[in-house]
């Protein structure tokens, strides 16, 4: 699988869009980029993933560049309760390789009153 | 509601001591995994289930086995537990490999 890279930490202020970018330049064709966070020291939970076309769901949203070597995770208003660590993974879905999601270290946003 | 438990949720140990953490999932997923978590390693895989009777090991498997006689149940077995392995674990669970993975709330293992 692709390896990510992603700033380490980022600040955001409530009420602001929050954008996290990752760096996948090694993505492959058939591998799709998720994203999870990761609240102080709880189970990680699934956010969004997408294969190249934008993808939006009640959480956040997801921009894929064209060439798919980079996206950007949204959370249009962020709020405090979204300070957290986003992991991005990039990975090929339904593969038989057994390995699930190889977790980086990601990007800790702190949500700024 | 559809959730991953895990129990118990904190565990202080001796060395050697054989100690079970058990997985539970309701959402009929086939597959499941362990991972642990320590400061500045990340999350890293221990072992995962493709589904019932069928396990394989992931980054970090050495002094875990696992077991799935179950569809609904993995659970991770330390026979016997070294100060190495105090850790903070997960389970996690999805409906097919490479899906959206749910995770339970954690076990904070100590092993003394």
């Known amino acids: 699988d692709a390896k990510t890279t992603q700033p380490p930490s980022m600040d955001c202020a409530e009420g602001r869009a929050a954008n996290l970018p990752c760096n996948h330049s090694t993505i492959s064709g058939n591998e799709y980029v998720y994203w999870y966070r990761q609240i102080h020291s709880q189970g990680p939970q699934y956010i969004i993933h997408g294969l190249k076309n934008n993808e939006t769901n009640e959480m956040a949203s997801l921009i894929i560049t064209e060439d798919r070597k980079s996206s950007t995770l949204i959370l249009p208003h962020a709020t405090l309760r979204d300070t957290a660590v986003y992991y991005c993974?990039?990975?090929?879905?339904?593969?038989?390789?057994?390995?699930?999601?190889?977790f980086g270290p990601g990007t800790r946003l702190s949500v700024l009153p | 509601e559809a959730q991953v438990t895990q129990n118990p949720r904190y565990l202080i140990t001796v060395t050697g001591k054989k100690l079970t953490v058990t997985c539970s999932q309701n959402m009929n997923h086939e597959y499941m995994s362990w991972y642990r978590q320590d400061p500045g390693l990340g999350l890293r895989q221990i072992y995962y289930s493709m589904n019932v009777e069928v396990t394989d090991k992931g980054d970090v498997p050495e002094g875990y086995k696992v077991s799935r006689k179950e569809k609904r149940n993995f659970p991770l077995i330390l026979e016997s537990p070294s100060p190495n392995q105090t850790s903070l674990y997960f389970c996690?669970?999805?409906?097919?490999?490479?899906?959206?993975?749910?995770f339970g709330p954690g076990t904070r293992l100590t092993v003394t």
């Open positions: 996690a669970s999805s409906p097919t490999l490479g899906s959206e993975q749910y």
């Open positions: 993974i990039v990975r090929v879905a339904g593969d038989n390789y057994g390995q699930n999601f190889v």
